[in-house]
Every structure is written in C-alpha cells, then in structure tokens.
C-alpha cells in the first residue's frame, strides 16, 4: 500500500509541475510533505539521507558570492566584451555564450558556471533587444555537456570518481572530453540552425553596443577588489579540488563567507540574503523529498537490479543498457539519486565475472549526465537557469524545452553508443 501511495504522490507531484499550473515550489514542497505524511519515511531519516544539503549549500553559497559580486558591475563588464568580440551578431553570440558555459562547467561545476553566467548574459539581451529565451536552452544543454568531460563538471561524475579511486580527474578528461567535443558541436550547429531565423539585432542596436565603453559599468568603489579576489580563489579551490581534497561545498561557503566579511563596509549582508532566490532552494529540497520517495520504497533500487537480470552478466549488453536506461531516467527525475543507487550494483557485477567495470561506468556518467538535458527537472543546474529566468520575468515552459531537450538526448545517446561500441567493447564481442 505504501508503495502505491508514494508512486501517486510522486507522479501527480511530477504532472502538476510539468503543467505550470501552480507554482513549482509549492507543488514540491507539498509532495515532499506528503511522503512524511503518508510515513514513507520519518522526518529524521529525510533530512538526513535523502535531502542533498551539501547540493543546497553549495547554491546557498554560490547565490550569496554572485549577488555580492554583481554589484561591482563585473558582470555587466563581462557581458558587454564578449558581445562586442562578436560584434553584436545574435548567432555567434548563442555560439561564445555556449562555448564559455561549457567550458566553465567542465573545469567547474555546471551549477556554479550557470550562475555566474545568467546574469551576464541577461546584460547583453537588454542592450540588443533579443530574446533571452534561445541563449538560456543553449546555457541548459551546454552546462551539461560540459558538465560531462571531468570529474568535478557535474555532481554524478564526483559521486562516480569518489567511488572508484582509479577514475581520477585526468582519468574522465581523458575518457568523455573527446565525445562530449563532438556532441557540443552537433547540438551547436543544430541549434544555429534551429534560431538562425529567429534572433536577429537591429543595426541600431548593434551599433549602440559597439559604442559603448566596458570599463564604464565597473563599479570602483572599495568593494572590487576585494569580492573579486574572493571569487577567483574560490573558483580557483573549485579547479583546485581534486590536489587540495576540500570538498567544493565546503570552498564555496568559505567563500561566500569571507566575501561578506571583505565587502561590510559597503554592502549589507541583509541586503545580499534578501537576493538569495529561496524559491529555488526549498524547490530542491522538496524535489530531493519526492525522490527520495521513490528510493525508500525501493523503485529505484528495483529498476537498477532488474539489469542485472536482463543482460546476465554479458558486458557490452551490460553498457548500452545502463547507458540508455541512465539517460532516459536522469531526464525524468534528478540523475543525483538514480547514481547513488547504481553504484552499489555495479561494484556487484565483479561477482558475476566481469573484471574490467570501467566500460560501465562510463556509460553511467554519460548517460547521467547527457540525460539531464532531456527535461527540466533532469539536472540541478537546469531548475538553477529557471530559477534565475523566472526572477527576471522569463518563464521557461517545461513543454516547449521538451521538443528540444528530448531531440537533444537522443542524438546524444546514439553518439555515444557508438562512441562506447567502438572504443571499449568490440574487443568483447
């Protein structure tokens, strides 16, 4: 009875926040209440196992370090260079703004990379009067691709790499960066393709910003210095992390604190938490409640298990499937729970023979991490870009992403199967 109750309260949660009908927030946070309710689990066991506070904290913190450093005006410096070095053009500016996220989410985190960049680039769509709607699909799909070439680029790969010790960080580098280059550019050249008759900048426009004078949006009072110093080495702790052995929430709230510290003078800390986007945060929250639902009733354990059954022990069989069903599992719900339950059974496959594993493991990381383009609600870093979308009155319909993010997933997976075919498992065959 148990489980029935949980898979309704989970798939109505899950229909009513695919609608947009109310708000997502409320509509978590009620499912969430309701598996407490119901007593799919005790409050102690949900604030303890299943709400990822370390993921919270780390927005927490990176909120606080962004909200301070914006008022420096760095942002709006940033925004206006990168729109002049492409002159203003809409379609290569959807290609620099692609490219930069998803190389700071592979030498950051996708999280991270997306909330400092979002606001830039809601610098620029105001000067050239563009819809910001096609440059936030291209910040979602490319922080995940990104996200997808290291260890520390998204939270499935650090939760991959903490489990097997011999998948250090040059180790996925080595391994995903040559297929996520190949997908980053498909999906550009499909995406230009997609808006190339959609975004266009006036001259008057494009005029207007190549006159304007960077360096006059930087605000130089005796906060910049300071806030950005605390950034770069935060960032820098973030690059850092796998020399330093810090846990990067652990950097993050270090900095969000000294950078409060360093800017009292001139910015109240009031003032910064009344920017923090609370919505966002308790959505999480509420969404790691629903999950963990499902997990406590023991779906998500059920499903990984049945591999094992379905392929008996048959390796490249083994690959494609973990590499498929992990994707289009990751689009459904976050790919954070469905990782930490397949780690476990894959460590277990050594008991049916199979002594080299790292073929799936690599599934499993591309699989996650490639799949949280499929919908919103895929990856951490997707509800952060519609967090900050929505405060700027810019709402990201969950259907209208779907066209693409499914598309998107599809040709992803198929890339890598043959990615994975050719280069570990033919000699298996």
């Known amino acids: 009875m148990i ?12 229909l009513i926040i695919i609608t947009d009908k109310i708000d997502r927030t409320l509509v978590a946070g009620m499912g969430g209440v309701l598996m407490l309710i119901v007593g799919v689990f005790d409050t102690e066991k949900a604030f303890i196992s299943y709400i990822d506070w370390n993921t919270i904290a780390l927005l927490f913190a990176m909120m606080i370090l962004v909200s301070v450093t914006s008022k420096t005006g760095i942002f709006e410096f940033v925004a206006i260079y990168i729109a002049k070095v492409v002159k203003g053009h809409a379609i290569p500016l959807l290609f620099m703004i692609s490219l930069v996220t998803a190389l700071g989410s592979a030498f950051l985190a996708n999280v991270t990379t997306v909330l400092l960049l979002v606001p830039i680039l809601f610098k620029i769509v105001r ?3 563009v819809p910001a709607l096609p440059y936030l699909v291209g910040i979602i799909l490319s922080a995940n691709i990104g996200g997808t070439a290291t260890l520390i680029g998204d939270p499935p790969n650090m939760m991959i790499g903490q489990s097997v010790k011999h998948l250090t960080f040059n180790a996925f580098l080595l391994h995903l960066s040559p297929i996520t280059i190949l997908i980053f550019l498909t999906i550009m050249t499909g995406m230009i393709y997609l808006y190339r008759d959609r975004l266009y900048v006036s001259e008057a426009n494009r005029l207007r910003l190549l006159a304007l004078d960077p360096k006059q949006y930087i605000n130089k009072d005796s906060s910049l210095l300071p806030s950005l110093l605390v950034l770069f080495v935060t960032i820098s702790g973030f690059v850092l992390n796998p020399l330093l052995h810090i846990e990067l929430t652990s950097i993050a709230l270090a900095g969000a604190v000294l950078i409060l510290l360093v800017t009292r003078e001139t910015i109240k800390t009031e003032d910064i938490f009344k920017e923090v986007d609370w919505a966002t945060l308790f959505f999480f929250i509420g969404l790691f409640l629903l999950v963990g639902g499902i997990e406590e009733v023991g779906i998500i354990d059920e499903l990984a298990r049945s591999i094992i059954y379905y392929t008996e022990g048959d390796l490249p069989k083994t690959a494609i499937l973990i590499l498929w069903l992990t994707g289009i599992f990751s689009g459904i719900v976050d790919n954070i729970p ?22 799936l493991w690599w599934s499993l990381a591309l699989g996650a991490c490639l799949g949280g383009n499929g919908t919103l609600l895929g990856a951490s870093s997707n509800l952060v870009v519609v967090g900050l979308a929505l405060k700027e009155k810019v709402h990201i319909q969950f259907i209208d992403f779907l066209k693409i993010g499914i598309p998107v997933v599809f040709a992803s997976l198929i890339m890598c199967t043959i990615y994975i075919y050719f280069r570990y498992l033919l000699p298996f065959l």
């Open 3 to 14: 489980t029935v109750l949980t898979c309704i309260i989970f798939i109505v949660s899950y």
């Open 127 to 129: 000067i050239l009067e």
């Open 338 to 359: 469905f990782v930490a339950a397949m780690i476990p059974v894959i460590l277990e496959f050594k008991d049916y023979g199979m002594t080299n594993l790292d073929p």
